[in-house]
């Protein structure tokens, strides 16, 4: 009997260790309840006989912040309890009333009682008139600015100065989302500032913004700020250090964060307007500066000029578009492309650098025109036009394609006529001519079957010597002939120095480049054309008439789009199977080409 007692004395104990356990009880406290202002005060939620506890949701009490709970469990001599802490920080003297709350845990109601604070100014401290310790604004123009004009937006917080601050302050939120670029906000001199008879220790943040849409806005930002609890003594330093100076071991000093509601600011950003506005606007709006520089001026036909446009000012710099040539039938013109970092959406100022290739077509080309950038000045609410140019040039005409076969008449003259050569006259003879012949011998071999075959040999040998003369007087007179047949030729030398780049240097520019010259090379002997005429457009057109399938003539645009683009824009990023690619491609179109009659 005596085992099963203490088996039962055992079970006692454990039910009622559980039933101890089981029972959750709740205590809540604020401490301390009398402060002054710029302190703050604890309130503590512990959940006794658990580990679990569900956090306690105040609702919003005016001119008091209340910190997110940090959570602390503890288990003393097998009692486990919760323990949650907030931290009050109230804004302003007066009473506050945490009033009572009743909790479910578990499907049982936990009551907590109500708990006042009471909030004083300190003695020989005069009660703000605000009734604000800590408050925050936002300051934007006056005037509404234009749309892309820059402008300052500061936010400014105010704290007494017995209120003391953390160095961090976060921005949650309040400002649009979309239609600004904002730059990175910069902390200005703290100074002092009196607001209604009260002194204030002033915070400034400043950014420049710019609007990227025309209306009206709020601004009303969200700021969070970590207010060091005044309650809690620093712990002096000793002189010489110790072992607890380690920042390792220092948390730093109590810091309650509070978030500031700022009071909402109307801004509206007005349009540009219509009226006066030149036709080569563009919407670039600041103050601005243009620039154009042209080289080479002496060129000959068919070789690329380069335009060099620089742009540089204040205002929205990275959208703003440079001018450029119009078409001509004495020159081509290509897209502009950027050199160089573009400036970001969010720079008031910077520098955007442009190039743009112009083909001179023929010597008729003495200048290119002006250019013009407009823009809106918002400081004098104008537009304003900035000239450069003329650029004079000197063209010459254009010599032949690269590796174009140079042919000309033999003893041609100046207007193209040629020489007549006088073999000689007058033919004396020595020995008149025997009547006949006679050789009995030699007779009997003339029918030999060798003898024969020579004979009618002789007749196919004149007529190939006939037509190598022939070819070679029309290779010297017809020029256009002669570079017919140099076409093939001249493109598969062009085209094995694309294969040898592919395998030394992969770039689009190192394979592209003698592909473009394989094309011109080819149609510009094919087509006999000087190099300022073999374009895009003309080699399209002749295929196109020569009945080329619309398949093909589309794998011919892609490639000499491609070609533009690598050589005077952006390349684009082709990898080595997709330049084997275009190789292949290109000589396949040729093959083709050789088929048809153009």
């Known amino acids: 009997m005596e085992p099963f007692f203490r ?5 006692a104990l454990w039910l009622g260790m559980a039933a101890a356990t089981w029972a959750v009880d709740v205590s809540f406290d604020v401490q301390p309840r009398l402060l002054n202002v710029g302190e703050t005060a604890k309130a503590t939620l512990i959940f006794h006989g658990t580990n679990k506890a569900p956090p306690l949701a105040f ?134 500032e009196e607001v209604n008879g009260q002194i204030y220790t002033l915070r400034r943040f400043r950014a420049r913004a710019r609007a990227l849409t025309t209306g009206h806005f709020t601004i009303q930002p969200i700021l969070r700020v970590n207010v060091v609890d005044a309650s809690q003594p620093q712990r002096r330093r000793e002189a010489f250090g110790g072992f607890f100076d380690d920042p390792f071991f220092s948390s730093g000093p109590a810091a309650t964060p509070v978030n500031l509601d700022v009071p909402p600011a109307p801004l509206d950003i007005r349009p540009i307007p219509v009226e006066g506005r030149p036709a080569d606007f563009t919407g670039a709006v600041g103050e601005f500066q243009f620039q154009a520089d042209v080289r080479p001026r002496e060129v000959k036909a068919g070789e690329p000029i380069t335009v060099t446009l620089r742009l540089q000012g204040r205002g929205n710099i990275a959208s703003a578009r440079s001018p450029v040539f119009p078409e001509s039938t004495l020159y081509k013109t290509y897209d502009p492309r950027q050199v160089g970092d573009s400036p970001s959406p969010s720079d008031e100022t910077g520098t955007k650098t442009m190039e743009q290739v112009i083909l001179p077509r023929s010597e008729a080309l003495t200048e ?168 895009s457009g003309l080699i399209l057109e002749k295929l196109q008439q020569a009945g080329l399938p619309e398949i093909d003539l589309a794998r011919w645009r892609e490639f000499f789009a491609l070609c533009e683009q690598i050589r005077y824009a952006e390349a684009p990023s082709l990898d080595p199977a997709a330049l084997d690619g275009w190789i292949n491609t290109l000589t396949t179109l040729l093959r083709q080409t050789e088929r048809i009659k153009l």
């Open 7 to 11: 088996r039962g004395l055992w079970a």
């Open 59 to 192: 609702p919003d009490i005016d001119g008091l912040q209340i910190s997110t709970a940090s959570q602390l469990t503890q288990n003393i001599n097998g009692h486990v309890s919760v323990h949650l802490t907030y931290r009050l920080f109230p804004q302003r003297a007066g009473t506050f009333t945490l009033s009572p709350y009743t909790l479910e845990y578990n499907g049982e109601e936990l009551h907590l009682p109500a708990v006042s604070l009471e909030v004083r100014v300190p003695q020989g401290v005069e009660a703000s008139s605000t009734n604000q310790m800590l408050f925050a604004r936002v300051s934007l123009p006056q005037t509404a600015p234009y749309i892309h004009q820059p402008f300052d937006m500061l936010l400014s917080i105010y704290s007494l100065p017995s209120i003391q601050l953390t160095r961090d302050v976060q921005l949650l939120g309040g400002l649009p989302e979309s239609g600004f670029a904002l730059s990175s906000f910069e902390e200005l001199q703290t100074i002092r």
């Open 368 to 535: 290119l025109p002006s250019l013009s950038f407009s823009y809106f000045d918002p400081a004098l609410s104008q537009y304003r036009t900035l000239s450069v140019g003329p650029f004079p040039l000197t063209v010459h005409p254009a010599d032949n394609a690269n590796n174009a076969l140079l042919l000309q008449i033999p003893g041609s003259t100046a207007e193209g006529g040629s020489k007549a050569i006088v073999l000689g006259s007058d033919i004396v003879y020595l020995k008149p001519a025997p009547k006949h012949w006679k050789n009995p011998a030699a007779s009997k071999r003339l029918f030999t079957p060798a003898f024969l075959l020579v004979h009618a040999l002789s007749p196919i040998g004149l007529a190939v010597l006939y037509g190598i003369h022939r070819r070679r007087n029309r290779l010297a007179e017809d020029i256009a002939f002669a570079r017919r047949r140099h076409a093939p030729k001249s493109a598969r030398a062009s085209l094995r120095r694309a294969a040898d780049a592919l395998r030394q240097a992969p770039s689009p520019s190192s394979v592209f480049e003698p592909l473009s010259a394989a094309v011109a090379d080819y149609f510009g002997h094919r087509l006999n054309l000087p190099p300022g005429a073999v374009e």
